[in-house]
């Protein structure tokens, strides 16, 4: 079972013409172990698609 996971806010507007748009972000708040596991995992697939990619320069 997984913990519920909070997260952060952020909510911007702008006008655009005579649209106003309003965008909310969403921050997943992470404890500092969470963070590097996720920071890590990332890291990883990065490296994954970096390393699929290199062998094509010309």
Do not use: C, W
Not at 9 to 30: C, H, M, Q, Y
Not at 34 to 44: F, G, P, T
């Amino acid at each position: 079972m997984q913990a519920q996971v909070k997260y952060e806010s952020e909510i911007k507007t702008a006008v655009l013409g005579d649209r106003t748009i309003t965008v909310k972000n969403l921050t997943p708040v992470f404890s500092p172990q969470e963070l590097e596991k996720h920071n890590r995992e990332i890291e990883r697939r990065l490296f994954e698609v970096f390393r699929k990619y290199a062998g094509q320069r010309g």
